[in-house]
């Protein structure tokens, strides 16, 4: 079994469907999962998540309402140590 440290860009493309790498993001994580591997994140990759997502989409952000950042952010809080 191998520790992974994800990056918030990993995180970020996993809840875009409409990114080109969404795909190989879930593909990633859920290999890893099913591998046995543990994978971590830091406060710093959910400070940096939340800054993206609910920022505008017009200045390169996702837009979403600070209710589903922090849905998603629990889920995500799930899925890492």
């Known amino acids: ?3 992974y440290l994800f990056d918030t860009n990993l995180l970020l493309r ?3 469907p409409e990114a080109p ?3 190989l993001a879930i593909e990633a994580m ?3 999962l099913a591998d046995g591997h ?3 994140i830091t406060p710093q990759n959910l400070i ?3 800054a993206v997502v609910t920022r505008p989409t017009a200045v390169n952000g996702l837009g979403w309402s600070p209710a589903l950042a922090e849905a998603e952010i629990e889920r995500i809080r ?4």
Do not use: K
Not at 78 to 81: D, G, I, K, S, V
């Open 30 to 32: 859920a290999t890893l």
């Open 14 to 16: 996993a809840v875009q």
């Open 48 to 50: 940096e998540f939340w």
């Open 21 to 23: 790498t969404n795909a």
């Open 78 to 81: 799930q899925l890492f140590a």
């Open 1 to 3: 079994m191998t520790a």
């Open 38 to 40: 543990e994978l971590f």
